[in-house]
């Protein structure tokens, strides 16, 4: 039997990693594979600012507990997500809403949907297929009057679609930028790269180019926009994929590399699939299956894996034909020792 060591807050903080038993149920180990944590949850979600949700309970309900075990938020809800800028989302036999870190409910109308709150604090909530700004609660700060949103992003701008058009507004609602493209995404790049932040936008997409897109993930025409709306790339790209880290995904001949904001290309496009950088690592598809490059392009996890491999406080948890464990940022296989 291996050894359960007597959790510390101070010692494990929010690295403790979720492990999961052939017997279907959950517990907490530490990133040497010592279990911290018994198995004793019906579900246990990874930590998330010092909080994670779990279900352990005769009813079958989540709560948030801290890394010592102890609920910060005794069992209440049907469902439950993580915290993310201090809110997380639940479900209650009223309805869903949102909590604070202690536990207050902050109940929200019905909706079609409704975002997390970003970086702002202003969420979107859709009612009836029309989109509006909204505080915390699900109250309209604007009216419902969008046909597509993209929520808040780290330069507190959020991209909505209206009459065919696309454009830029801040937390009141207020257009910030109006650019001719027939598409835009969210400016990113901001808190994570070099201060700077783009858009990927699309122009001249015509009807045969959205089929193509459609058909084969082809979809030609893109490039990428700064916040004066002027072009950061040429739209010469099949397709870009969000800033991160400094690099973007671009599509050549169909298959996937990186490059920077000058255009450069850093890893060669050779992968069917990928995800952006996140702490070092993107997640790349080859041949269906999906491993880790680093900022080289090099691997970290061969692609020999079913899902997309992300890495979250310097793990990756991996879900191979039932079996679960973790890789560290060195390739170390983690599991429990039980």
Not at 14 to 27: D, E, I
């Amino acid at each position: 039997m291996g050894e359960t060591v007597k959790p510390s807050v101070a010692q494990f903080g929010s690295r403790l990693l979720p492990f999961h038993t052939p017997g279907g149920l959950w517990g907490y180990m530490d990133g040497t594979g010592r279990v911290v944590l018994p198995p004793a949850y019906d579900f246990a979600a990874p930590f998330a600012e010092g909080l994670a949700a779990v279900r352990k309970d005769e009813n079958g309900l989540f709560g948030h507990m801290r890394p010592d075990g102890s609920f910060a938020i005794k069992p209440a809800f049907s469902n439950a997500g993580g915290f993310y800028l201090g809110v997380a989302e639940v479900e209650t036999p009223e309805g869903r809403g949102f909590i604070n870190r202690e536990g207050g409910f902050l109940p929200v109308p019905k909706l079609d949907y409704m975002c997390y709150p970003g970086y702002t604090g202003v969420a979107f909530a859709c009612v009836g297929g029309k989109w509006a700004l909204a505080d915390i609660t699900g109250k309209f700060l604007t009216p419902p009057e969008f046909d597509d949103a993209c929520g808040h992003d780290e330069c507190g701008w959020a991209r909505v679609r209206k009459g065919g058009e696309t454009f830029f507004i801040d937390m009141r609602g207020a257009t910030v930028l109006a650019p001719s493209f027939d598409c835009a995404d969210c400016f990113y790049g901001a808190a994570n790269g070099n201060g700077n932040a783009v858009a990927v936008v699309g122009k001249n997409l015509t009807e045969a180019d959205a089929e193509r897109c459609a058909e084969t993930g082809q979809c030609g025409k893109y490039g990428a926009i700064d916040r004066t709306g002027e072009l950061a790339l040429p739209l010469e790209y099949e397709c870009l994929t969000p800033l991160s880290e400094g690099l973007m995904g671009m599509m050549e001949n169909g298959k996937y590399g990186f490059i920077n904001l000058r255009g450069d290309t850093i890893i060669e496009p050779r992968f069917d699939n990928i995800t952006p950088f996140d702490e070092g690592y993107a997640g790349v598809c080859v041949g269906g299956k999906w491993g880790v490059i680093t900022h080289s392009g090099e691997y970290l996890i061969k692609p020999e894996y079913p899902d997309a491999v992300c890495f979250r406080d310097g793990y990756a948890a991996i879900w191979n034909d039932g079996d679960m464990f973790h890789v560290d940022v060195k390739g170390r296989v983690v599991r429990p020792v039980l």
